[in-house]
């Protein structure tokens, strides 16, 4: 597939723009068809990329996705690793946190959850929702126990967000590999698939009233996206900031990110020592006869 990832990419400190960075992109694909085989050939190079990630046990890959509802974060999880041994994947959506989780620090619950070397983790929404929903409903943050010293609105982002690279940087430091996908849908194709959700029975169950009442801050929540995303997009932990207007085509950008990534790992299968050789020479001597 010919695709520039980098045409996605969050520059860090750079400013950011969501008016004018694309919901939609000409496709990579010409039919329905080719796109479901340009799919097929990169879930295919995930699962072989996957099942040398699990043998050399040396990185953990994790793969957070952000979106306002129905950008398609499922489906993009869904089909992009459709071909991956579930024994090697783990995915966990984060809610709205409980009493235990308020008592500790705004990372903590999604610390818990990071992949073990050799793994892909994925977080359907995560400890972004700290600087992202927290920010647009600031009266969350006045609920959440925190001493009034840290409730001063002009500094508190700025801190989450210094802790939240400090985090990256450990993780990469420690040979976690972290990788931000934000699907960026437009309001226009967000009430098209609302409209959806309410026609088609199969689907009703995907919506609620309060997707129409997030939907009332989008000019907030693009402000929020923007900021977190000029702050803590990093070399070593990047945001892409996908066009999500078309699932199709942003599954095929995430699935070339994805295995991109994978690709630019020192990765082999683990070789057998001499002494090791020797012992299965020796086992397949008896298997023979």
């Given at each position: 597939?010919?695709?520039?990832?980098?045409?996605?990419?969050?520059?860090?400190?750079?400013?950011?723009?969501?008016?004018?960075?694309?919901?939609?992109?000409?496709?990579?694909?010409?039919?329905?068809?080719?796109?479901?085989?340009?799919?097929?050939?990169?879930?295919?190079?995930?699962?072989?990329?996957?099942?040398?990630?699990?043998?050399?046990?040396?990185?953990?890959?994790?793969l957070?996705?952000?979106?306002?509802?129905?950008?398609?974060?499922?489906?993009?999880?869904?089909?992009?690793?459709?071909?991956?041994?579930?024994?090697?994947?783990?995915?966990?959506?984060?809610?709205?946190p409980?009493?235990?989780?308020?008592?500790?620090?705004?990372?903590?619950?999604?610390?818990?959850?990071?992949?073990?070397?050799?793994?892909?983790?994925?977080?359907?929404?995560?400890?972004?929702?700290?600087?992202?929903?927290?920010?647009?409903?600031?009266?969350?943050?006045?609920?959440?126990?925190?001493p009034?010293?840290?409730?001063?609105?002009?500094?508190?982002?700025?801190?989450?967000?210094?802790?939240?690279?400090?985090?990256?940087?450990?993780?990469?430091?420690?040979?976690?590999?972290?990788?931000?996908?934000?699907?960026?849908?437009?309001?226009?194709?967000?009430?098209?698939?609302?409209?959806?959700?309410?026609?088609?029975?199969?689907?009703?169950?995907?919506?609620?009233?309060?997707?129409?009442?997030?939907?009332?801050?989008?000019?907030?929540?693009?402000?929020?996206y923007?900021?977190?995303?000029?702050?803590?997009?990093?070399?070593?932990?990047?945001?892409?900031?996908?066009?999500?207007?078309?699932?199709?085509?942003?599954?095929?950008?995430?699935?070339?990110?994805?295995?991109?990534?994978?690709?630019?790992?020192?990765m082999?299968?683990?070789?057998?020592?001499?002494?090791?050789?020797?012992?299965?020479?020796?086992?397949?001597?008896?298997l023979?006869?």
């Amino acid at each position: 597939m010919n695709i520039d990832t980098d045409d996605f990419r969050v520059r860090a400190g750079k400013k950011l723009d969501l008016k004018k960075w694309p919901t939609r992109v000409k496709p990579i694909y010409k039919s329905k068809e080719q796109y479901q085989a340009l799919l097929a050939e990169q879930v295919e190079q995930l699962a072989e990329l996957q099942r040398l990630h699990y043998a050399s046990d040396r990185y953990a890959l994790l793969l957070i996705f952000q979106a306002m509802d129905a950008a398609g974060k499922d489906g993009a999880i869904r089909h992009v690793m459709s071909g991956v041994n579930p024994q090697g994947c783990q995915v966990f959506s984060f809610k709205h946190p409980s009493a235990t989780e308020l008592d500790h620090d705004f990372l903590w619950r999604t610390t818990q959850a990071l992949p073990e070397r050799g793994r892909i983790g994925i977080f359907n929404r995560s400890y972004y929702e700290e600087v992202l929903i927290v920010r647009v409903h600031p009266e969350i943050l006045r609920g959440q126990g925190l001493p009034t010293e840290l409730l001063d609105e002009k500094a508190v982002w700025r801190e989450r967000y210094r802790s939240i690279v400090d985090l990256e940087a450990h993780l990469h430091r420690n040979g976690t590999r972290v990788v931000k996908f934000f699907l960026h849908l437009s309001k226009e194709e967000q009430r098209k698939r609302f409209l959806e959700r309410i026609d088609e029975p199969d689907k009703n169950w995907k919506f609620s009233l309060a997707d129409i009442e997030e939907r009332k801050f989008w000019k907030q929540y693009m402000r929020a996206y923007a900021d977190c995303m000029r702050a803590t997009s990093t070399r070593d932990a990047p945001w892409y900031a996908v066009p999500a207007d078309d699932k199709e085509n942003a599954r095929l950008i995430i699935a070339k990110i994805v295995v991109d990534t994978l690709k630019g790992l020192r990765m082999s299968y683990p070789r057998a020592g001499a002494a090791r050789r020797r012992e299965l020479l020796e086992i397949r001597k008896q298997l023979v006869k």
